[in-house]
């Protein structure tokens, strides 16, 4: 393997584990003990609009051509 993709992999990996932290943060906060159920909304619609955000800056990312055109890259 080559250095791009070891780094891939280890980008992959760390935002892979933060959202395993942040999914185990949030049923923690409000599977299992719903301190103050009014929070549980904002939170969820939250979580649904970056969601939606990292989805369509991936799909920009996934539809964009060729990388940058010059003879120094």
Known sequence: MDERRLLGLLGTLVIAATAVVGLVAFV??????PAD??????????????????LVLSGLGSNASGGVRSSYW
């Open 28 to 33: 923690t906060n409000y599977g299992l003990d």
């Open 37 to 54: 159920p009014a929070l549980l909304v904002p939170t969820v619609a939250t979580l649904a609009v970056a969601a939606g955000f990292v």
